[in-house]
Protein backbone atom coordinates (compact mmCIF):
# COMPACT_ATOMS: atom_id res chain seq x y z
CA UNK A 1 0.00 0.00 0.00
CA UNK A 2 2.79 2.36 0.72
CA UNK A 3 3.87 2.15 -2.71
CA UNK A 4 0.51 3.33 -4.11
CA UNK A 5 0.45 6.11 -1.84
CA UNK A 6 4.06 6.96 -3.04
CA UNK A 7 3.32 6.81 -6.42
CA UNK A 8 -0.17 9.11 -5.47
CA UNK A 9 -2.30 6.08 -6.71
CA UNK A 10 -3.33 5.81 -3.01
CA UNK A 11 -4.46 7.58 0.43
CA UNK A 12 -4.87 6.76 3.55
CA UNK A 13 -7.34 7.76 6.24
CA UNK A 14 -6.19 7.26 10.08
CA UNK A 15 -9.53 7.05 12.28
CA UNK A 16 -8.87 8.01 15.83
CA UNK A 17 -9.77 5.79 18.54
CA UNK A 18 -9.85 2.44 19.93
CA UNK A 19 -8.59 0.28 18.48
CA UNK A 20 -6.99 2.42 15.70
CA UNK A 21 -8.66 2.14 12.15
CA UNK A 22 -7.44 3.11 8.79
CA UNK A 23 -9.82 3.35 6.00
CA UNK A 24 -7.91 3.01 2.21
CA UNK A 25 -9.08 5.03 -1.04
CA UNK A 26 -7.88 5.56 -4.49
CA UNK A 27 -6.59 8.83 -6.18
CA UNK A 28 -8.17 9.75 -8.71
CA UNK A 29 -4.82 8.42 -10.99
CA UNK A 30 -5.57 5.55 -8.85
CA UNK A 31 -9.14 4.99 -10.18
CA UNK A 32 -8.17 5.22 -13.95
CA UNK A 33 -5.93 2.68 -13.66
CA UNK A 34 -8.69 0.39 -12.51
CA UNK A 35 -9.79 -0.60 -15.98
CA UNK A 36 -6.22 -1.76 -16.77
CA UNK A 37 -6.14 -3.83 -13.78
CA UNK A 38 -8.61 -5.48 -14.72
CA UNK A 39 -8.10 -6.46 -18.26
CA UNK A 40 -5.03 -7.79 -17.00
CA UNK A 41 -6.47 -10.02 -14.52
CA UNK A 42 -8.97 -11.41 -17.54
CA UNK A 43 -6.04 -11.39 -19.37
CA UNK A 44 -4.24 -13.63 -16.64
CA UNK A 45 -7.76 -15.77 -16.56
CA UNK A 46 -7.47 -17.01 -19.66
CA UNK A 47 -3.84 -17.24 -20.21
CA UNK A 48 -2.59 -18.32 -17.43
CA UNK A 49 -5.19 -20.02 -15.68
CA UNK A 50 -5.47 -20.44 -11.67
CA UNK A 51 -1.60 -20.96 -11.71
Known amino acids: MSYLHAQNFGLDQFQ ?16 AMLRIYYEMAKWGSVYLGDA
Open 16 to 31: HGVPLHVEYSLTEAGK
